[in-house]
């Protein structure tokens, strides 16, 4: 499961991401996409698959936002800002992608 791989923390990994959190934003947002897509077909899938398709993307989505947050935290204000910029960048559509940071004020 590739989820285990981001389970811990950054580490080392944290200055590079920090350098280029928004691509690895970015990535979360295509998993918002797929979570979208995968809840508008779950009445033509068997419950328990979609259910297990939904948290393997859900827990990789979530990873993807805690390690970018970490990575920020590690990097400059330039990437934060990057970070609290997000959620208010996403579509008003997105449950997942508003949840994650709400407004920052």
């Not at 791989?5 to 979360?28: K, T």
């Not at 400059?76 to 508003?98: H, Q, W």
Request: glycine share 8%; with cysteine; proline share 5%.
């Amino acid at each position: 499961m590739p989820t285990t791989v981001f389970a811990g923390d950054p580490y080392d990994l944290a200055p590079l991401i920090g350098e280029n959190v928004e691509l690895l934003l970015g990535s979360a947002a295509v998993l918002d996409t797929k979570l979208s897509e995968l809840d508008a077909k779950k009445a033509n899938t068997d419950w328990l698959q979609h259910m297990a398709d939904r948290s393997h993307l859900q827990g990789l989505y979530y990873c993807f936002i805690r390690w970018s947050c970490t990575s920020a935290g590690t990097a400059d204000r330039a990437a934060i800002g990057k970070v609290l910029e997000f959620p208010r960048a996403s579509p008003e559509t997105s449950s997942n992608l508003r949840a994650t940071g709400g407004k920052v004020r």
